[in-house]
């Protein structure tokens, strides 16, 4: 007898996904395993803002996709049903000035946005503080990619601010924890003296994850995010292996969701080797694209501009740069530089015969692949 041709093919209206959010980057999964360590360090420096005093600031460091914002969501989950204790996380690839941090910060604490002009910092900090301190509550602020502030040169006068804020204020009570994924970044070295003097942060270091506890992290994710019986050990297993090797979490869980759709575009009812293959060459890119969603027009501009001149000499990408956007050298090489910091480019000095020390300027990732997410 025949098999049926259908069998195992999805109809219009059935899905693999028992719940897709389960993919989603900022997904913050009921059981967080294979962090316990840095769970409890965290919840040491924040304990005594549990007690009404100000909580110790902290700094968690790590690669990126190690768990570092999932932790910190997770606690601030918690802590935000306590009474006495508001939370505030802000994304400082987003917002990436001292102003725009406490507009973040007011933001959450009044529940509507401070006016966009006509308001000096001073006032805007006096508000904040002065409900702090009516409504009796300590305030924890998470600065989330805080080496985004290093790169605009605003994290010393953002953290002086946090920090000195009990001085400036009598009564308010902040503590700070700033995350960055940056290994290359000396934080304590690279803020000024006047913030280095009061800042002495308890430290907590993500590591990357091994293969079998990545293996186990996205088996949990398969298990809640899709039906019964789609993904397979096989699968999850060479997913596994091939985001132990990018050294992000994210691309295993992006590539997940990707298997699952190209599943679905087949009428599959079940994930194949063939999807995981078919979906990596878009996950892998996964950092690329939230990285590039976080720049500014002209910064944006700059990454189109050096990914159709790779490898040429700063010189003539400025030419180019200048040509496109009017902008100057000392902002070009500004930009220049804080690209290099995020891994977007790499800028190399080489000896070139007869013209001595020049700046070569290439991208650290594949041309076509840039401008496709530009």
């Known amino acids: 007898m025949r098999e049926d041709p259908e069998e195992g093919m999805l109809s219009w209206d059935e899905t693999v996904f028992r719940d897709e959010h389960v993919f989603e980057i900022d997904f913050v999964p009921e059981t967080f395993n294979h962090r316990e360590t840095q769970l409890q360090s965290l919840k040491y420096a924040l304990r005594p803002a549990v007690r009404g005093s100000r909580p110790l600031n902290t700094m968690v460091r790590g690669p990126p996709g ?32 001292r102003y725009a941090v406490f507009s973040r910060v007011f933001e959450h604490i009044f529940e509507y946005e401070p006016p966009s002009s006509g308001i000096s910092f001073k006032k805007l900090f006096g508000q904040i503080t002065d409900r702090l301190v009516e409504d009796d509550e300590v305030l924890v602020v998470a600065l989330d990619d805080v080496n985004y502030l290093f790169y605009e040169n605003e994290a010393s006068d953002t953290l002086y601010s946090l920090l000195r804020a009990h001085e400036a204020h009598s009564g308010a009570r902040i503590g700070v924890i700033i995350i960055s994924s940056d290994l290359s970044l000396d ?9 280095q003097s ?126 496109e956007t009017g902008l100057g050298y000392t902002r070009y090489s500004e930009l220049v530089n804080k690209l290099d910091q995020l891994g977007i480019i790499e800028a190399r000095y080489t000896e070139i015969e007869g013209r001595g020390r020049t700046r070569s300027i290439s991208l650290t990732y594949d041309a076509d692949a840039v401008l496709d997410r530009l």
């Open 187 to 195: 934080v304590i070295d690279e803020l000024d003296g006047r913030v």
């Open 66 to 97: 190690t768990g570092k914002t999932t932790a910190v969501q997770k606690l601030f989950g918690e802590l935000g049903v306590q009474s006495g204790v508001r939370t505030v996380r802000v994304n400082c690839q987003v917002d990436s000035t």
């Open 198 to 323: 009061v800042f002495r942060p308890e430290e907590v270091f993500f590591p990357r994850y091994d293969v079998d506890e990545i293996f186990d992290i996205l088996r949990g994710r398969a298990r809640r995010g899709f039906h019964d019986d789609v993904v397979g050990d096989p699968e999850i297993d060479r997913i596994a292996e091939l985001t132990a090797d990018s050294g992000d979490l994210r691309v295993g869980i992006d590539l997940l969701r990707r298997a699952g759709l190209h599943a679905e575009m087949r009428a599959s009812r079940t994930v194949d080797l063939e999807d995981v293959e078919a979906a990596y060459d878009k996950s892998k890119y996964v950092h690329l694209s939230r990285v590039l969603r976080g720049l500014s027009d002209p910064e944006r501009e700059l990454v189109r501009v050096v990914a159709e001149c790779n490898g040429e000499r700063a010189g003539e990408v400025f030419e180019v740069f200048h040509e």
